[in-house]
C-alpha cells in the first residue's frame, strides 16, 4: 500500500504487509495490528502513528526512515489483564540525515497481566542530525503483573541525539484521595484516572478524526471497565 495523499488512515484491516509514506506527505494512521507490519517513510515524510494493543501475543511491527528529513511519532497503548499475555516486538531503522523518531508508550496492567516489549532502534552510519527518544510508561493496577522491556539501541553513527527512560507507578493515591473527597467512588476514580492517561495519548486524533477518537476512547474505557 502507497499513501500518496495528507490524510487519517485506520489501516487495521488492511492486508499488505508494506506501508510505503509518499514523499511531502503527512498522515495520521492508526492500526490495531491484526497483521504484523513494515511502514516506510520516504523523503520530507511525517507520520504520526497511533495503536491500542491488547490480547495479543507474538506482535510486531518495523519503522524504516529510509529518506531525509522524516518524522515519525509513535503513541502505543498496551493493555494487559487476567493471565494475558502480550509478546510485541518494535523495529525501527534509520538510514538518513535530518531524520526524527519520537515514541511514548504507555502499558497499563491489571490483574496477573503479563507484558513482553521488545525495542530494537538501529542508527547506521554515515548520517547527520539525527534525533531519537522513547519514553515508556507503565501502569500497575493490581498487586500481581508482570514486565519484561529490552530497550536495544544499535547506534553506528556520531551525529545523533538519542534516549530512552521507563517509569513504573500505581495510580496516584493523592489524586485518587481528591476524587473521592469529590463523592466519586474508589472504582469510578479510578476509571476516570486510567481514562485520562488514555486520552493523552491519543489527544491528537481528537483533532484529526473526532468520532474516531471518541470511538476509540469508549471501547478502550469499556474494556477496563470490564475489570
Known sequence: MIIKENWFYDISDILDLEIVISKWITVWIYD??????KIFLEENSFLDFFSFLENKDNHKIEFFQNENNSILNVKYLLFSKNDEVIKSKIYSKISSSYSKSDVKILSL?????????????????GFEKIIWHLKEENLFLSETWKMKWIPTLLVRSDDVEASHSCKIEKISEKNLFYLKS??????????????AN????????????NIFYE?????????????
Not at 496492567?109 to 552510519?125: A, T
Open 32 to 37: 490495531s495490528w491484526i497483521n504484523n507490519k
Open 109 to 125: 496492567i491489571w490483574n496477573k497481566g503479563n507484558i513482553d516489549l521488545d525495542w530494537v532502534i538501529e542508527i547506521d552510519s
Open 182 to 195: 469529590r463523592w466519586i467512588d474508589e472504582k469510578d476514580a479510578h476509571i476516570l484516572l486510567l481514562e
Open 198 to 209: 488514555v486520552k493523552s495519548i491519543f489527544s491528537c486524533l481528537s483533532m484529526i478524526d
Open 215 to 227: 470511538s476509540l476512547i469508549n471501547k478502550i474505557v469499556y474494556s477496563i471497565k470490564e475489570n
